[in-house]
């Protein structure tokens, strides 16, 4: 929600964001009530509201935004900032100010609110959750025959019927709120007085502490507890697990098979369950303590054609064999605490401490042992190699699902390349890289621009009246080095930040002229739409730029449609004013695309009259299932024709759409739908 008293000072502001590549749907409200309202009715992500406004002051929209009950951050949009100014924004409940005239300060603060926002959000749903599952724990530790109890300072504040049972309680109201040093008998009271002492103090519990226990009657058994810390109701606390001694009469043996429990069976290794509670600790500790981890994620590469070769009788001893590389390769770490195990069917995870330079030490290490080791199953022999992927865990990538993606995005970028190779995420390299591919592409666009790499494709634009004279949209395309064809939301960003996107347009005009003025020599006259840039809207010289290639090529002007986005126009009308009485003694004609997406796109044909409006691409989603789209291309059409604008539709999508744009008055279409962009221009615009 913007909250101005000017159109412009708001569409900039809109603007500003989708330059920025932020989506934006806006809301203006005109009033104090119709603010209210929308606040009530509409999920309002942000507002941002002028300091100065006078139709709708600041402080009657801050109290609107605290009073609506929801979460909505509310930024002072400001020419300048003074301390007073801070202090009346922050008492009026503003999350922060963004500045008109500073852009990268504007973009920061309203990108760190709308993270914040999402974090908030997030952390909703996730307490949400969190509750849906405590609720479910507590049903299956209602459930379990495990006697289990929840202690908060050395009090019961829950426990399960099992463990009722084993004290001979009734209820729990029998024993909530008494210390479980009551159910300790006397010779080990003391003990365990001091081993609750070390766990208050924040200290790790034992795996296993024994004790003798004794129930309501006073008998007395032999007992074994389990320590987990846990949280009951918001208050931190230890879960317990009392077993009466006899259920364990053989420790070694209950040790035995717990060990077996955290085991695959075939390879030896941990399992999954197992392994991924490692690696949830080992991101926790790398959040919380800045600790690092590496974690590798192993494939033999052609494991089915392996499998079929050796045949699936010798699955098993192949994996254990891998199992068996894998440890002979990694044993010093396995000392060290390194945990090896297997994740899939065919995958196998590492998880070791160390930095990055580490982790990618053990994976050379680990591909290497597998390139150089023989491996023998079923009376066969052969060398298998691997695809590894891994990721540095650190504080920019702690979490567990974000560090399996970008393991499981290695593997697979190693063995689509053949294999016998890794590929490790660092985030703390993230930023360096996105520096190197910027320049990279910052040079590759200038190379485009001396050596011709850049391309054109025409997609016909048709007209729905039956006119027959050709009319073309032409998209810019980049020569990749492999010879595909790069669409330019790969680029323009960068040439925008790097002041090349006037260059681009030249190119561009060039070349379109060109076709113009040798399709004309050729007797096939053909109208283009180019799309310009906001730098050469301002740019005085560029009206001489066209001129001399229309006279270069002895192309007629008032076949070159120069398209510039409405919102561009919006924020710069006073230059898209003069450029466009410049251009009209071309010949040339102007063309508002993205047009009815705006807060007041009517009001700009007030002052500015382009020869051809396009319908906004978001109009066109849906179209025949969308009234309101329908409507609002109807309205467009209308109030084109009402000032001899002609309209046109992209995007067309299927035959349902054509029929609602021709009964709507819309003048022409375009679309994959009706003919694809290719590099030729042989459409048929009589048939």
């Known amino acids: ?137 507590d049903m299956l530790i209602d459930s379990s025959r495990e006697p289990i109890a929840y202690i908060h300072e050395g009090m019961h504040i829950r426990a399960n019927q099992a463990y009722l049972e084993m004290f001979g309680y009734e209820s729990f109201d029998d024993i909530e709120g008494m210390s479980l040093l009551d159910l300790v008998a006397t010779p080990d009271v003391e003990a365990f007085k001091a081993l609750l002492r070390r766990l208050s103090k924040g200290e790790d519990p034992p795996p296993r502490y024994e004790l003798t226990a004794h129930d309501i009657n006073g008998d007395e058994f032999p007992a074994v507890m389990e320590f987990v810390a846990a949280e009951y109701q918001g208050e931190h606390c230890q879960q317990i697990i009392f077993r009466h001694q006899a259920t364990e009469a053989d420790p070694e043996l209950v040790q035995e098979l717990e060990e077996l429990r955290k085991r695959d069976q075939t390879t030896g290794l941990l399992n999954r369950p197992t392994f991924l509670r490692q690696l949830e600790d080992a991101v926790v500790d790398a959040g919380q303590h800045q600790t690092q981890y590496g974690l590798l994620l192993l494939e033999p590469d052609n494991y ?37 195990a297997r994740f899939s069917e065919n995958s196998f995870a590492v998880l070791a401490r160390g930095d990055y330079k580490i982790t990618t030490a053990l994976a050379e290490r680990l591909r290497d042992a597998f390139a150089a080791n023989v491996f023998e199953v079923g009376g066969k022999s052969g060398s ?34 053949g294999g016998n190779r890794f590929e490790i995420f660092d985030p703390g390299a993230v930023d360096r890289a996105e520096e190197e591919r910027i320049q990279a592409w910052v040079l590759r666009i200038k190379d485009a621009l001396l050596n011709d790499h850049f391309n054109l ?123 466009a009485a410049a251009v009209d003694k071309l010949g040339c004609k102007l063309v508002l695309e993205q047009f009815g997406a705006g807060l007041d796109s009517f009001q700009l044909l007030s002052h500015f009259v382009p020869s051809f409006v396009k319908i906004d691409r978001s109009f066109m989603d849906d179209l025949p299932k969308s009234a309101a789209n329908q409507q609002r291309v109807r309205e467009i059409a209308i109030k084109a024709r009402e000032h001899q604008i002609q309209s046109i539709a992209e995007f067309v999508q299927d035959a349902a759409s054509m029929s609602i744009l021709f009964a709507s008055g819309v003048d022409y279409a375009e679309g994959d739908f009706l003919a694809v962009a290719t590099t030729d221009m042989h459409y048929d615009f009589e048939s």
């Open 457 to 579: 494709i025409y997609q016909p634009i048709i007209s729905l009246l039956g006119s027959p004279s050709p009319m073309y949209e032409t998209y810019l395309r980049l020569e990749g080095s492999s010879g595909e064809s790069i669409t330019p939301n790969h680029f323009l960003q960068i040439a925008e930040e790097h002041g090349l996107l006037g260059q681009i347009d030249r190119w561009v005009v060039h070349n379109a002229i060109k076709s113009i003025g040798a399709r004309a020599r050729a007797g096939k006259p053909v109208t283009l739409l180019v799309k310009i840039t906001q730098p050469s809207l301002l740019d005085d010289a560029f009206p001489v730029f066209i001129a001399e290639q229309l006279a270069e090529h002895a192309a007629n002007g008032a076949s070159l449609l120069l398209q510039v986005p409405e919102s561009k126009v919006f924020i710069n009308l006073r230059a898209a004013q003069v450029f």
């Open 304 to 340: 089915q054609r392996i499998l079929h070769e050796i045949g699936l009788n010798g699955a098993d001893a192949l994996l254990a064999a891998i199992a068996g590389c894998m440890r002979a390769a990694l044993a010093p770490e396995l000392a060290m605490g390194a945990q090896i």
């Open 1 to 137: 929600m913007l909250v101005a008293d000017l159109v412009n000072e708001a569409e900039a502001m809109v603007s500003r964001l989708r330059n920025a590549g932020t989506a934006v749907r806006p809301l203006r409200p005109e009033s104090l009530d119709e603010l209210v309202t929308t606040l009530a009715q509409q999920p309002v992500d942000m507002v941002l509201a002028d300091y100065h406004a006078v139709v709708i002051p600041f402080e009657q929209v801050a109290k609107a935004v605290m009073g609506c009950g929801k979460d909505v951050p509310l930024l002072a949009v400001l020419d300048g900032i003074t301390d007073d100014i801070l202090e009346n924004v922050q008492a009026l409940g503003a999350q922060a100010v963004a500045l008109h005239s500073r852009t990268p300060q504007f973009l920061k603060n309203v990108l760190t609110e709308w993270n914040d926002l999402e974090a908030r959000r997030s952390q909703r749903r996730l307490e949400a959750q969190m509750r849906e599952t405590q609720r479910r724990c």
């Open 384 to 417: 298998i190699t691997a695809s590894i992927g891994g990721v540095q865990i650190g504080e920019k990538i702690a979490s567990v699902s974000q560090v399996l993606a970008k393991a499981s995005q290695g593997i697979q970028a190693s063995s689509t390349v």
